[in-house]
């Protein structure tokens, strides 16, 4: 266990505890660092762009039911991602591990043993999925009739699809563990994207579900093709040392028995909503609730960006006891997620109903709006929680983001019952809020009683109090509603724009804002030199 630090640690500088020469992260770790958030950002951002601007047109295309049945696939495949078994991650982190200590010959064998054994359970998850598929249909959602053979169809090709997602996870991690994160990034986002455009094609040319998830199914196919033709030119002797292994797999195991765990809660946890409304309510429901989800989820590939960006360093900090150097960095990392998630859900709140407008027609502003709102204010905690979470698997406690899995899972079934019986689709959305509110409460005390994150420091810094400042900002702007007055949409304008300046002004750090200067004035100076 790491030393709680005696004195509260003043704010400081990302870039100067990353190449301090002390520190246990290097200069080139942090110009790694910084290149391969760049390369995940493009990759995840390209994908979320036109996810956004393709979503208006597939929910008018689809129809409200049809768009609930699409939003219940994809749910469904998510969960079972269960079966993977955290054996990607864990090529990622002993390929890596390999490379470091001369053991490189055995990455091929580590690589096909985990493709092997994901070949299998992939197979026995859709096997089980297809088996559940005629019970799922007729009895567990609530399914119109007319769709009903749509949706059979639909469950059997997610069924045929889950192998090959789960193969995907064991090539991706090879090339995370040689840090080919531009090759893999280039791999993923056009098919990704490719896949969101056949949505709307087919939903335009009233083709029908079964025909996208058809393709999508193709797709999974030119992705794997693609990603094992990475992984051949890039991992040495990967053809030649095709072959299956007990003692290959011994440690992904041991590595993935925790992420497991974990795997099984987080889709239960995450899609346990819709999940909800798609047996006690209706479709329509899902819809009227997915929506908007699907819109403020994608928030996350900033937080997600980060703490993923963020985790090998903070491994590193952990590994050479550099106590006041970890503690310095989650917190302004902290600080920096409160700050932009923050922003980001004030603005977004405000409009809204104008963006529920935009996106999925004027039949969702009695439904969505609400729901986009407080799930705004979920998305924000769940953001910040990214970091304590970080902190937690890069100290080596994987263990603890599923014990309090466990915790949450029965807590947040009793609040989303509750919820959905007591106030409707936001009862829904609120109980969802609570739960992500809960989780991040929960990381940062095991943190901070581990000594990773200095709790009295987090609540007397700027974090603190901006949080808020931005809730009440938020609060209050939520008020707007479709045809609000001018003069009201003119105070809520200055009202933003105040709160931008207090953040610039008074929320952020004079070290923080000179970061920032720094930031764009490199890169204002390498468009020039171009």
Not at 22 to 38: K, L, P, Q
Not at 144 to 156: C, I, M
Not at 270 to 286: C, E, H, K, N, P
Not at 415 to 427: C, N, S, T
């Amino acid at each position: 266990m790491l030393n709680r630090a005696a004195n509260r640690i003043s704010p400081c500088n990302i870039d100067t505890l990353m190449n301090h020469d002390n520190d246990a992260a290097s200069s080139s770790d942090g110009h790694r660092i910084a290149r391969d958030t760049v390369y995940n950002l493009l990759g995840r951002g390209l994908p979320l762009v036109v996810g956004l601007a393709t979503t208006p047109f597939i929910v008018r295309f689809l129809g409200e039911e049809r768009f609930g049945l699409f939003s219940i696939g994809f749910a469904l495949i998510s969960s079972f991602f269960v079966f993977d078994m955290g054996l990607g991650r864990a090529v990622a982190k002993y390929g890596a591990a390999y490379r470091v200590s001369q053991r490189e010959a055995e990455i091929p064998l580590l690589i096909w043993s985990a493709v092997g054994l994901q070949a299998v359970l992939g197979t026995l998850g859709g096997l089980l999925l297809a088996a559940l598929t005629p019970y799922l249909v007729s009895d567990v959602f609530v399914i119109p009739e007319a769709l009903e053979s749509e949706a059979r169809q639909v469950f059997y090709l997610l069924a045929a699809t889950i192998v090959l997602s789960l193969l995907e996870f064991s090539f991706a991690g090879a090339l995370e563990a040689y840090q080919r994160f531009g090759l893999l990034n280039a791999v993923r986002a056009p098919i990704n994207v490719i896949s969101l455009l056949v949505v709307v094609w087919v939903a335009w040319m009233d083709g029908g579900l079964p025909l996208f998830f058809g393709l999508f199914l193709v797709s999974r196919f030119i992705l794997i093709g693609l990603l094992f033709v990475a992984c051949s030119r890039t991992v040495p002797d990967f053809l030649r040392r095709m072959a299956f292994s007990i003692d290959g797999i011994r440690p992904l195991f041991h590595f993935g028995k925790w992420v497991t765990l974990s795997n099984m809660l987080a889709p239960a946890l995450m899609y346990a909503d819709r999940f909800l409304l798609g047996t006690i309510g209706s479709m329509g429901q899902v819809a009227y609730y997915a929506a908007p989800f699907q819109v403020v989820e994608r928030l996350l590939i900033i937080p997600g960006t980060l703490s993923s960006t963020l985790f090998p360093t903070v491994s590193a900090l952990e590994s050479g006891r550099a106590t006041k150097q970890l503690q310095a960095l989650s917190l302004q990392a902290i600080h920096f997620l409160v700050c932009i998630m923050g922003l980001m859900g004030v603005v977004l709140a405000a409009g809204a109903p104008w963006i529920v407008w935009v996106f999925f027609g004027e039949e969702y502003l009695a439904h969505s709006v609400s729901v986009f709102r407080i799930l705004l204010l979920g998305v924000a905690v769940n953001g910040v929680a990214f970091i304590p979470d970080s902190v937690v698997q890069g100290c080596g406690r994987p263990d603890m983001s599923a014990k309090f899995h466990l915790i949450e899972f029965p807590i947040h079934l009793v609040f989303l019952i509750g919820g959905y019986h007591v106030g409707g689709l936001a009862g829904v959305a609120f109980a969802w809020t609570a739960r992500v509110s809960l989780d991040c409460a929960l990381l940062l005390f095991y943190c901070h009683l581990r000594g990773w994150i200095d709790g009295r420091a987090l609540l007397d810094h700027r974090a603190a109090r901006n949080a808020l400042v931005l809730l009440g900002t938020g609060l209050a702007v939520s008020q707007l509603s479709w045809g609000a007055p001018p003069l009201h949409l003119a105070g809520a304008a200055i009202l933003v724009t105040a709160l931008v300046a207090y953040i610039y002004r008074m929320g952020l750090y004079p070290t923080e804002r000179a970061s920032l200067w720094q930031f764009v004035g490199r890169r204002t100076g390498r468009r020039k030199e171009h």
